[in-house]
T-cell receptor, first 114, second 113 residues
Framework: DAGVTQSPTHLIKTRGQHVTLRCSPI?????VSWYQQVLGQGPQFIFQ???????GRGNFPDRFSARQFPNYSSELNVNALLLGDSALYLC?????????????FGDGTRLSIL | QQQVKQSPQSLIVQKGGISIINCAYE??????FPWYQQFPGKGPALLIA?????SEKKEGRFTISFNKSAKQFSLHIMDSQPGDSATYFC????????????FGKGTTLSVSS
């Protein structure tokens, strides 16, 4: 079975631009969560979606938004990019919309802001 | 209360030795404690997880020890191998909808041959 897939794998943008990152969960998983991982740190929670509804939001500005589609895939959008947005963006999927269940991560999108 | 504190930051172990990584938490609502292994250029991979109703869980060479009263848990890697060289993250979460995995800052393990 395919794992969590994310696209693109790498992306270079300049300050002020907008970016869209995509995630396909493991088949049968209905929940998708997004995390930001800066170099040398653990992942930080951005959003959780379950059955196309936002279930949780981390401490990130409104420039960050996301949505989940009927096939349970998801997009993360970031507007007005800042240098500090440079990070690895990870998507994790799980069967249910609660966090104390196994969450499986994709390999992420490496976003670099120039 | 949301923090998970992980130590050490880095660890060097000889091949065949035991690697031990420790984590501590404050939030007593946490009821799920996974460990993730991350190689450079890859996402975190779920290694092993434990819930507070047991004090130890073993899967192959990997063991989690859990001390509920001390609010601490640890990962033991027995017979450490060079292929185990990676960054390890502990995490914690609760069953409250919309909450997230809270990660430690990670431990970089190097197993020397």
């Amino acid at each position: 079975d395919a794992g969590v897939t994310q696209s693109p794998t790498h992306l270079i943008k300049t300050r002020g631009q907008h970016v869209t990152l995509r995630c396909s969960p493991i088949s049968g998983h209905k929940s998708v969560s997004w995390y930001q991982q800066v170099l040398g740190q653990g992942p930080q929670f951005i959003f959780q979606y379950y059955e196309k509804e936002e279930r949780g939001r981390g401490n990130f500005p409104d420039r960050f938004s996301a949505r989940q589609f009927p096939n349970y895939s998801s997009e993360l959008n970031v507007n007005a990019l800042l240098l500090g947005d440079s990070a690895l963006y990870l998507c994790a999927s799980s069967r249910q919309g609660i966090s104390n269940q196994p969450q499986h991560f994709g390999d992420g999108t490496r976003l670099s802001i120039l | 209360q949301q923090q998970v504190k992980q130590s050490p930051q880095s660890l060097i172990v000889q091949k065949g030795g035991i690697s031990i990584i420790n984590c501590a938490y404050e939030n007593t609502a946490f009821d799920y404690f996974p460990w993730y292994q991350q190689f450079p250029g890859k996402g975190p991979a779920l290694l092993i997880a434990i819930r507070p109703d047991v004090s130890e869980k073993k899967e192959g060479r990997f063991t989690i020890s859990f001390n509920k009263s001390a609010k601490q848990f640890s990962l033991h890697i027995m017979d450490s191998q060079p292929g185990d060289s990676a960054t390890y993250f502990c995490a914690a979460s609760s069953n409250q909808a919309g909450t997230a995995l809270i990660f430690g800052k990670g431990t970089t393990l190097s197993v020397s041959s």
